[in-house]
Nanobody, 124 residues
Framework: QVQVVESGGGLVQAGGSLRLSCAAS????????MGWFRQAPGKEREFVAS????????YYADSVKGRFTISRDNAKNTMYLQMNSLEPEDTAVYYC?????????????????WGQGTQVTVSS
């Protein structure tokens, strides 16, 4: 059984930073892509960033490019999302997801395992 657990959310002022972590277990972490998605109140879940198994390929949503950085540590079975220059529009529940594929992808249908989410609130 694959499990992913997010941590690191919280309340931050606009312009601030947060780092989310996602710990994975239940399969060989280093062989699969991982991703972050988010869902704001009243909105559909949207893609944020993804990373391939080797960290070479990374994709970002246009709305976070240049502000967010995705990374992973295969030795620790952990993925990260460094979020800088946060804006109130970034307020959402952030979900970690584990892909069925080895490479990075933005399609949510390729992700089979999801965490419970961690709340990120950015105040203006």
């Amino acid at each position: 059984q694959v499990q992913v657990v997010e941590s690191g959310g919280g309340l931050v002022q606009a312009g601030g930073s947060l780092r989310l972590s996602c710990a994975a277990s239940g399969r060989t972490f280093s062989r699969y892509g991982m991703g972050w998605f988010r869902q704001a109140p009243g909105k559909e879940r949207e893609f944020v960033a993804s990373i391939g198994w080797s960290s070479v390929a990374k994709y970002y949503a246009d709305s976070v490019k240049g502000r967010f950085t995705i990374s992973r540590d295969n030795a620790k079975n952990t993925m990260y999302l460094q979020m800088n220059s946060l804006e109130p529009e970034d307020t959402a529940v952030y979900y970690c997801a584990a892909s069925l594929l080895t490479y990075a992808t933005s399609e949510s249908t390729n992700f089979a395992y999801w965490g419970q989410g961690t709340q990120v609130t950015v105040s203006s």
